[in-house]
């Protein structure tokens, strides 16, 4: 077992948490999580069955109808809602190093980046106790006096996946706690260790008990989890069809629910900008961060009909300059893939699309060293045409595409004509152009240069990428029901 393995911190591996306490899951069983790059067992953890799904929403339940977390003020939440972004800074680098070795991330990269989204969204949540209008004055039409309350939703299930588990809990929870919810954390079982580390330090700052609760389950018990009526709200990272089930199974019920599901999000390149510049945005970052494995990835990549084997070369160059290895060596600008699953699927998605007309610029295979671990090589496409089967495609794994466009407004056209809608980019050295573009993409996000999504702001995707958004007020307020109070006067 690598050095790397053993220093992992998983608290209470064995146990689930609910209501406020670890106890045994029912199942009596586990699942192994592995070192993506190594393949080695680095924990089991507890395998939850459809009795501690049952009981997690008692728990959950009994803490928001009884328990005093929703009759706190915002203020006295977002005192413990600190409490928990400090005990995160002092634990940074135990996400961090969790993160690569469940998902394949580069610990370089992981280790601002647990701050930024992690502590960060609960600092970001906890100000806005002072800041957002929880309740506030209007004046009725009626001649009464009027008010807008914004009270917690109730309980509200936190549906993570598996390729950035610490960040996604934090935009779920965070503004989860600030509303009044109660929480259920339903880790994946390919990377549960963080959603670990985070109930650890929900008991150590002493939220009352309930208001917390975590496990990890298969998709079958997640369903029960999602269909339990004693849960008003899900909020779910995923892939689009699995956000499609869930939302059915929502819809039944009338629940509400936050879908964040996947792209095959374009990066328009006009014709005034420089095509190896764009490369440079477009190639090492794609690759370096998670492996592509990032649902709002910049993956088909628009260019001028004339540059179309200008960039190809130049992602091909960068393709090749690209160093695969075990995500915590520094050396290594790109990791493996976090599950053989994962890995297979790209495998499949990318054969398909060779027999369909995509042409293969490079990669495309398993490299031969590291000699184990889930790696892929960096690939790059050409010759794709947007309405084939690459082009419709989400990989989630280390794979461009490069489209041919005859015009700015064909280049357009075919970056909306798609079922997603998450994330988008353009490039040229003309803001005012950039913004006209960016006004006609269908598209939650649209960056300028580079891809320049931003939770602080909010995050989410028109058509099939989702419905809602995280991060930003929107996030808060998915949280939150708006309730209208009309008093013959005011109330003191």
Known sequence: MTTATQSLNVP?????????????????ESFAVLNCATEEVVAHVAKAGEADVAAAVQAARQAFDHGPWPRMTPAERAVYMDRIAERVEALNDDFARIWSVESGVLYKIAQPRVGQYLSGAFRRYSAMAQTYPFVEPVTSVTGHRGYRVQEPVGVAVAIVPWNGPAGLIAYKVAPALLAGCTVIIKNSPEAPCSGYLFAQICQEVGLPPGVVNMLTA????????????G?????????????????????????RCT???GGKSPAVVLDDYDVETAAKALGAPYFSYLTGQVCASLTRIIVPRAKHDAMVEALVAAARGMVLGDPLDG????????????????????????????????????????GRGFFFEPTVLAHVDNRSFAAR??????????????????????ANDTIYG?????????????????????SGTVGHNASRYDFSIGFGGFKQSGIGREGGEGGLEAFLESKAVVLDQAAA
Request: negative net charge; aromatic residues 4%.
């Open 422 to 442: 998450l994330n988008a980019a353009v490039f040229t050295h003309d803001a005012e152009r950039a913004m006209q573009v960016a006004r006609q993409l269908r």
């Open 231 to 255: 849960v008003d709200k899900i909020t779910f990272t995923g892939s689009t069809a699995a956000g499609r089930r869930i939302g059915a199974v929502a819809a039944e019920r009338v629940a």
């Open 259 to 261: 879908l964040e599901l």
């Open 331 to 370: 050396a290594t600008t790109m990791g493996p893939l976090a599950t053989a699953r994962q890995r297979e699927t790209v495998e499949q998605l990318l054969a398909k699309s060779l027999a369909d007309g995509a042409q293969l610029a490079t990669g495309g295979a398993r490299p031969q060293q590291p």
């Open 393 to 414: 495609n989400e990989f989630f794994g280390p794979v461009l595409s490069v489209i041919a466009a005859d015009s700015e407004q064909h280049a357009i056209d075919m």
């Open 218 to 229: 298969d998709r079958d018990v997640s369903e029960a989890l999602v269909r339990n009526p």
């Open 12 to 28: 209470h591996a064995e146990s689930l948490f609910i209501g406020g306490q670890w106890v045994a899951p029912s199942t009596g």
